[in-house]
């Protein structure tokens, strides 16, 4: 039997390492998708079609701000919750939909949950053994012993959950949703209960681990930057409806609409008019990165980055005048005034530029930068 842990504080483990990569054991990763998905508790809907195929082995990051439907769409993929209609489809077959409702158990499928749901009367082992339940109990505790020797735990097998950190006990729920080698593996906000200390670190090895089993991933997360780290894919949504999906790329570089371009960085917005291939605005007439081919004339709402502005010598580019400069760090958030508005314009600079806080200076602004919207589209 494993030592216990009890001589060593949480605390001090916690700089202990994880165990050896590549020793996770592979799984057969599945194909989810779901097909026009509505939901509603009660008489409010709360998913209103939504459509989204995940790739085996892709790990899909569902992104959105609290409340749009993304557990209750966790839910619905591993079967706790029906959807009131549509179909969920793994590897093609129906799971959930008008001809079929496969329970959980049968899905093939593993839950992590925020709050990890550990079980406090079952010892660390027989939390992680809890889904084995097609191997003997020696064979169970033998692959429990080696998923918790993989999250670093392997000498706190006997323990309980409570007498470990919050670090610690999501890396034993991790190993037990990944122990019985699920096609699939739903994460709902895994990492919010973490330190900004730790999340770090945990994240980088809990990616190592699924990239190891090579099952197929659906991550729950309200962090932008958490979505682009984690996910080969995004879906972003909003209110019960998927607003687009793609890389980190394209989101970042080509959202479909302001709510996307929001979501991902602060912006800079003013109303402007489309004039020659180029958006006519408060600040000028700019060029602006890729969208749909816009008519002249087509009324846009424009978002512009604040780190797609550069300082120019004053009598340079756009005249502005800085009105305050605060050092955050990385870079130097600095408020601009310019003429004909009296909202100021936010830049973030790198720290040692100078600049003099009632200075007069120029702007330039990067094309990538400069986001463009028709009024018309919906939430533009
Ligand atoms: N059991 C429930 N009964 C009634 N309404 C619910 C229930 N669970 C969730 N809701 C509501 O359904 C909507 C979607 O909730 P859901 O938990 O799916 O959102 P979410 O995007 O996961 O949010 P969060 O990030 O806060 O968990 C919300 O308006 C929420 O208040």
Redesign the pocket.
Known sequence: MPATGAAASPASREASGWGPRGTTGTTFASALAFEDIHHA??A?E??HGVSLAVRPGEILCLL????????????IAAGVEPQSRGRVLINGEEVAGPARFLPPEQRGVGLMF?DYALFPHLTNRENVMFGLTRLSRTAAAEVADQILARVGLGAYAADYPHSLSGGEQQRVALARAIAPRPGILLM??PFSGLDSRLRDDVREETLAILRETRATCVM?T?DPEEAMRMGDRIAL?RS?RLVQHGTAEDLYLRPVNAFAARFFSEVNEFDGIIRGGRVDCPLGVLPFAGSAPLADGTAVHVCLRPDGIRLLPAGEGLPARVISRRFIGTVDLVLLAYPGSDRPLQARLRPGDQVRVGADVGIAVEERDVLVFAKSSPSH
Request: hydrophobic letters at 25%.
């Open positions: 508790y009660g409010a709360t998913l959105g701000h609290s409340g749009c439907g993304k557990t209750t769409l966790m839910r925020q709902d906000e729950v309200h949504m019960g």
